[in-house]
């Protein structure tokens, strides 16, 4: 085994020493031809220097990871231990080992997809056999690796932050697991440190900075355009080494003013002219599988990309894009970070993201390592309703803090104990309590959360500027969907680039779109419509009451369920926001028809057809009983109008349990009719949380029906 590797760094390196190991490394990587850019050596020398402490933030494909092989292969040269190599994404992870291997080095990996490989990898560290072990941040919380870590960190002679502004509260993509993590391997004194990102500005630069030094409190000083130095109390600093974001292969346009169909239509028809494979980048799980589906039956060879697909799928879909099976792949942010491919012809954003940091960061995927590649954005006014919700979801409430830590107790408790008894809902909780254990205010030991007995004090300074800081990045992005001034210099002087200037390219700049511009073809738009009316919605049933209501165990509620639209259509915009706006009891037609034929599509799948109509209960239900009035005429069945409703709503925007109680109290069965053994038909204007559905089924089936249907006009998320 190697001796530590502060004993072996008792001189600092020189910089021909850092451009020896960097022009060895290109060779491997590039060819013999290639060229070390100056900063990259530079960067190289400094990490190379005892505990040093160094940050890099240079566009994607500036070639930040040769940095970090470099620096390994010098350190490496010197009998010095491995390097340790922190990554948020497995997509990128696996770049990485194969880009290592690559440059001559031996990598490995430690994630979650790969457990029963562990004691090989530990074996091999233990006898000094690997230059690079790459870890994802969850791996602090498990027990096996946990126990390592501290004879590991003894050992290792450099520690790298990749996409390193997931570590500060004010990155695009803060990750409070990987934030943890990197607080963890920064304890240790002896390593150096190298911090690499391609999407930081100045802000989230000077976070990143003062969380690499040895004590949190910092000043920042500038040294030149791409070097700057941070300096702490105790003489400890960081080197920044900081370029240019422009992108001069890269053509970037705005396409405004088409609606969600039109936007359908719009890609329909640029796939088949964009220049080689690509990415299309959409806002949610929804509407990734929306597009994807639309674009198939185009007959395109496209892929869904989500965090709700599993690992190897993943992998399989990135492989396929990478050899270029694929045309594109539609993708939310699960595909961004990392994600190596350089001959990526384009990126297109049905929707903005919500700050020009995660919008630099996604389209840089394109243009690595071609001449030109097309980056374009198709805004729309339903927008900024998601980047709402996402940025409020990622800042703490304190009363909602103290509810959670009173719940835990003394004792642990599992999420799904904690949502019943608080009231939180799941994805609101989950970021809270990884927010408290970054504090040490909670732990988690196996499923169960435990409080560890420290306070939490709830910093309002910093959560409220972080506020207003994702207020102001939202009118950035804004202001770029208005196409107010060059495109690329607008990123660049977003991200605080050193050297914004007019890129002569973009569509601000030369006045022209890409095809099909403002006008996507009439056949398009027809066949979206089409498409999309005709893709019904799954509506998934309750399997189990909650915690602390009368019903106890396993749901007997509505069997299946089925929605003519989902959240933000594309499909029926205009139909939905009459729906909203119409007097009680009012329908739109097309809904009703879309209704009507939906039905037709289900009934090929019923063991048996529905002999009766129930509207869903409601403190309104004019609606409900419109729609169970036509679909009974349609269908000539039954109608039985059965219900009643005490009380107000149910309460909103909270967990199963309260939701649950109020409808247990305000929902009757009070028809005077026997109901039928056979399948019912319940039927809803709108549908949410599924709780309404599944109270009113139960009551169903306590009157003797066998089966429960529910059909709603649209299922909200």
């Given at each position: 085994?190697?001796?530590?590797?502060h004993l072996?760094?008792?001189?600092?390196?020189?910089?021909?020493?850092?451009e020896?190991?960097?022009h060895?490394?290109?060779?491997?990587?590039?060819?013999?031809?290639?060229?070390?850019?100056a900063?990259?050596?530079?960067?190289?020398h400094?990490?190379?220097?005892?505990?040093?402490?160094v940050?890099?933030?240079?566009?994607?494909?500036?070639g930040?990871s040769?940095?970090y092989?470099?620096?390994?292969?010098a350190i490496?040269?010197?009998?010095?231990?491995?390097?340790l190599?922190?990554?948020?994404?497995?997509?990128?992870?696996r770049?990485?080992?194969?880009?290592?291997?690559?440059?001559?080095?031996?990598?490995a990996?430690?994630n979650?997809?790969?457990?029963d490989?562990?004691d090989e990898?530990?074996?091999?560290?233990?006898?000094?056999?690997?230059?690079?072990?790459?870890?994802?941040?969850e791996r602090?919380?498990?027990p096996?690796?946990?126990?390592r870590?501290g004879a590991?960190?003894?050992?290792v002679?450099?520690?790298?932050?990749?996409?390193?502004?997931?570590?500060?509260?004010?990155?695009?993509d803060f990750?409070?697991?990987?934030?943890?993590?990197?607080?963890?391997?920064l304890s240790?004194?002896?390593?150096?440190?190298?911090?690499?990102t391609a999407?930081?500005?100045?802000?989230?630069t000077?976070?990143?900075?003062a969380?690499?030094?040895?004590?949190s409190?910092?000043?920042?000083?500038?040294?030149?355009q791409?070097?700057?130095q941070?300096?702490?109390?105790?003489?400890?600093?960081?080197?920044?080494?900081?370029g240019?974001?422009?992108?001069?292969?890269?053509?970037l346009?705005v396409?405004p003013?088409?609606?969600?169909?039109?936007?359908y239509?719009?890609?329909?028809?640029?796939l088949?002219?964009l220049?080689?494979?690509?990415i299309?980048?959409v806002?949610?799980?929804?509407e990734a599988?929306?597009?994807t589906a639309?674009?198939r039956?185009?007959?395109?060879?496209?892929d869904?990309?989500t965090g709700?697909?599993?690992?190897?799928?993943?992998?399989?879909?990135?492989?396929?894009?990478?050899?270029?099976?694929?045309?594109?792949?539609?993708?939310?942010s699960?595909?961004?970070?990392?994600?190596?491919?350089?001959d990526?012809?384009?990126?297109?954003?049905?929707?903005s993201?919500?700050t020009p940091?995660?919008?630099?960061q996604q389209?840089?995927?394109?243009?690595?390592?071609v001449?030109?590649?097309?980056?374009?954005l198709?805004?729309?006014?339903?927008?900024?309703?998601?980047?709402d919700?996402?940025?409020?979801?990622?800042?703490?409430d304190p009363?909602?803090?103290?509810?959670?830590?009173q719940?835990?107790?003394?004792?642990?408790?599992?999420?799904?104990?904690?949502e019943?008894?608080?009231?939180?809902?799941?994805?609101?909780?989950e970021?809270?309590?990884k927010?408290l254990a970054?504090?040490?205010?909670?732990d988690?030991d196996?499923?169960?959360?435990?409080a560890?007995?420290?306070p939490?004090?709830?910093?309002?300074v910093?959560?409220?500027?972080?506020?207003q800081?994702?207020?102001?990045?939202?009118?950035?992005m804004r202001q770029?969907?208005?196409?107010?001034?060059c495109?690329m210099a607008?990123l660049?002087?977003?991200?605080?680039?050193?050297s914004?200037?007019p890129?002569?390219?973009?569509s601000?700049?030369?006045?022209h779109l890409?095809?099909?511009g403002?006008?996507p073809?009439?056949?398009k738009?027809?066949?979206?419509?089409?498409?999309?009316?005709g893709?019904?919605?799954?509506?998934?049933?309750?399997k189990?009451?909650?915690?602390?209501?009368?019903r106890?165990?396993?749901?007997?509620?509505?069997?299946?369920?089925?929605?003519?639209?989902?959240?933000?259509?594309?499909?029926?915009?205009a139909?939905?926001?009459?729906?909203?706006?119409a007097?009680?009891?009012?329908?739109?037609?097309?809904?009703?028809a879309?209704?009507?034929?939906?039905?037709?599509?289900?009934?090929?799948?019923?063991?048996?057809?529905?002999?009766?109509?129930?509207?869903?209960?409601?403190p309104?239900m004019?609606?409900?009983?419109r729609?169970?009035a036509?679909?009974?005429?349609k269908?000539?069945?039954?109608?039985?109008?059965?219900?009643?409703?005490?009380?107000?709503?149910?309460?909103?925007?909270?967990?199963?349990t309260?939701?649950?109680?109020?409808?247990e109290s305000?929902?009757?069965?009070?028809g005077?009719?026997a109901?039928?053994?056979?399948p019912?038909l319940?039927?809803?204007?709108d549908v949410?949380t599924?709780?309404?559905?599944?109270?009113a089924?139960?009551?169903l089936?306590?009157q003797?029906?066998s089966?429960?249907?529910?059909l709603?006009?649209?299922?909200?998320p």
């Amino acid at each position: 085994m190697n001796t530590p590797s502060h004993l072996h760094a008792q001189a600092s390196p020189s910089r021909d020493f850092a451009e020896h190991h960097m022009h060895t490394i290109l060779a491997r990587l590039a060819g013999p031809a290639a060229l070390a850019r100056a900063d990259q050596v530079d960067a190289v020398h400094a990490v190379l220097q005892p505990a040093s402490r160094v940050l890099v933030v240079q566009a994607t494909g500036w070639g930040k990871s040769a940095v970090y092989w470099a620096a390994t292969h010098a350190i490496r040269s010197t009998g010095a231990g491995p390097t340790l190599v922190v990554s948020p994404l497995l997509a990128l992870m696996r770049d990485q080992v194969s880009a290592a291997e690559r440059a001559g080095l031996k990598a490995a990996t430690v994630n979650s997809t790969n457990v029963d490989d562990w004691d090989e990898v530990f074996a091999q560290l233990d006898a000094d056999e690997i230059d690079v072990l790459l870890v994802s941040p969850e791996r602090l919380g498990n027990p096996r690796f946990a126990a390592r870590l501290g004879a590991l960190l003894a050992r290792v002679g450099l520690i790298v932050i990749d996409e390193a502004h997931c570590i500060s509260d004010w990155g695009f993509d803060f990750r409070p697991d990987y934030q943890r993590l990197a607080r963890a391997l920064l304890s240790t004194p002896t390593a150096s440190v190298l911090a690499t990102t391609a999407t930081a500005n100045e802000r989230v630069t000077l976070d990143i900075g003062a969380q690499l030094q040895s004590q949190s409190q910092s000043q920042s000083q500038s040294q030149s355009q791409s070097q700057s130095q941070s300096q702490s109390q105790s003489g400890v600093s960081t080197v920044t080494f900081r370029g240019t974001l422009a992108r001069t292969s890269l053509t970037l346009s705005v396409v405004p003013g088409l609606s969600p169909l039109q936007r359908y239509a719009w890609i329909a028809d640029a796939l088949a002219q964009l220049p080689g494979s690509g990415i299309v980048y959409v806002l949610t799980v929804a509407e990734a599988e929306r597009l994807t589906a639309f674009l198939r039956s185009c007959g395109f060879a496209v892929d869904a990309y989500t965090g709700q697909i599993d690992a190897d799928t993943r992998l399989k879909v990135e492989d396929r894009l990478r050899h270029n099976q694929v045309k594109a792949v539609v993708a939310t942010s699960a595909l961004g970070m990392g994600y190596d491919k350089p001959d990526l012809g384009f990126c297109v954003h049905v929707g903005s993201p919500s700050t020009p940091v995660a919008y630099y960061q996604q389209v840089g995927r394109a243009g690595r390592a071609v001449a030109h590649a097309e980056g374009v954005l198709l805004p729309s006014d339903a927008d900024e309703r998601i980047w709402d919700y996402f940025a409020t979801a990622s800042i703490p409430d304190p009363q909602t803090a103290a509810k959670v830590l009173q719940s835990l107790g003394g004792d642990g408790r599992s999420l799904i104990e904690i949502e019943a008894d608080t009231g939180v809902r799941r994805g609101r909780l989950e970021a809270l309590l990884k927010i408290l254990a970054v504090e040490g205010v909670v732990d988690k030991d196996g499923s169960a959360w435990r409080a560890t007995g420290v306070p939490y004090v709830h910093d309002s300074v910093k959560w409220a500027a972080l506020a207003q800081v994702r207020q102001q990045e939202a009118g950035i992005m804004r202001q770029y969907a208005h196409g107010q001034g060059c495109l690329m210099a607008y990123l660049q002087t977003a991200l605080d680039d050193p050297s914004p200037a007019p890129c002569g390219r973009c569509s601000v700049c030369t006045g022209h779109l890409p095809f099909p511009g403002l006008a996507p073809s009439p056949d398009k738009l027809i066949a979206a419509r089409d498409f999309l009316r005709g893709m019904d919605v799954d509506i998934e049933p309750r399997k189990r009451w909650p915690a602390g209501v009368k019903r106890k165990g396993s749901i007997q509620g509505f069997d299946a369920g089925r929605a003519v639209s989902f959240a933000d259509d594309p499909g029926w915009v205009a139909e939905l926001q009459a729906l909203r706006q119409a007097a009680p009891g009012d329908v739109p037609d097309e809904l009703l028809a879309g209704a009507v034929a939906m039905l037709g599509r289900w009934a090929k799948t019923w063991p048996a057809r529905p002999v009766c109509v129930v509207p869903l209960p409601a403190p309104d239900m004019a609606g409900n009983r419109r729609l169970a009035a036509h679909i009974a005429q349609k269908g000539r069945l039954w109608l039985q109008d059965g219900f009643s409703w005490t009380g107000g709503p149910a309460p909103d925007d909270v967990a199963s349990t309260p939701v649950v109680a109020h409808l247990e109290s305000a929902m009757r069965w009070v028809g005077d009719a026997a109901m039928p053994a056979g399948p019912v038909l319940l039927v809803a204007t709108d549908v949410r949380t599924r709780w309404t559905a599944t109270v009113a089924a139960a009551l169903l089936r306590e009157q003797g029906v066998s089966q429960v249907l529910l059909l709603a006009l649209h299922l909200r998320p």
